[in-house]
């Protein structure tokens, strides 16, 4: 997926996605597959296998056919992939080159990780505080967002089948970034079923600041700078807390 072709599937939307980084990363992806020079691990593998499910999902049927309801399924199937996506991302238990690529396509896919609201107990802001109803998007881009489908489900496919049993993993280097972020960080939990809580993330080191950081990641770990000087790993964020904020990458 070349970076001009990502940019012509959202502009096909009445809302531009961002697919700056999805562009990079699938590049990257498809270059290391073609070379031979990432073979993914079984956990890579069981995520592209769990993405690419939810890619190619059929929609579901009911009752209900009106324009409307077609519209929200459509949506709830992209919702679906972002929440796939997010789960496998922040396990933990993928490579760095497998959590670049499945955190560009959370970013590309964020419109929906609210939209449309599932029911109450699934709503809670487990990634990120959903927009106020003044911020949201009346009506979600899904035509760009079914446009990326084609190339996601072609790589996923790969990644999914690039490793039969019995092969030796080989991981290609992802390359670390570092940016500034001037806002909060929040840090969400789920202590009982239908329950979540959401702490603000503050500097061990000075008295509970929180923010601006220097946001510095190697798809390993995460850490946050403080102007004090202090520099923290021990937040307890999930990567998508953190990435989802950032600006475009």
Do not use: K
């Amino acid at each position: 997926m070349t970076g001009e072709h990502a940019t012509h599937m959202a502009a096909s939307g009445a809302h531009p996605l961002l697919t700056r980084a999805l562009a990079r990363e699938s590049g990257r992806a498809w270059q290391f597959l073609a070379a031979g020079e990432w073979r993914p691990a079984s956990s890579d593998a069981e995520a592209a296998a769990a993405v690419r499910a939810c890619l190619t999902a059929p929609l579901p049927t009911g009752r209900a056919t009106t324009a409307r309801a077609q519209a929200t399924r459509r949506d709830r199937r992209l919702q679906r992939i972002v929440r796939t996506t997010l789960h496998h991302l922040d396990a933990g238990a993928v490579s760095p080159p497998a959590a670049a690529l499945l955190a560009a396509v959370a970013r590309a896919l964020l419109p929906w990780h609210a939209h449309p609201n599932p029911p109450a107990a699934a709503a809670a802001p487990r990634y990120g505080a959903a927009r106020a109803p003044s911020d949201a998007v009346a009506v979600a881009p899904t035509e760009a967002g079914e446009a990326l489908f084609p190339g996601l489900i072609a790589l996923f496919t790969t990644l999914a089948a690039t490793s039969p049993p019995g092969s030796v993993a080989l991981t290609p280097p992802a390359a670390p970034w570092q940016v500034p972020y001037a806002g909060r960080f929040r840090r969400h939990g789920r202590p009982a079923p239908g329950v979540w809580t959401a702490e603000t993330v503050r500097c061990p080191g000075c008295g509970g600041t929180d923010g601006p950081w220097t946001v510095t990641c190697d798809w390993r770990l995460i850490t946050l700078g403080c102007p004090c000087g202090v520099v923290t790993h021990e937040h307890g964020l999930a990567f998508s807390e953190v990435w989802l904020l950032l600006p475009d990458a």
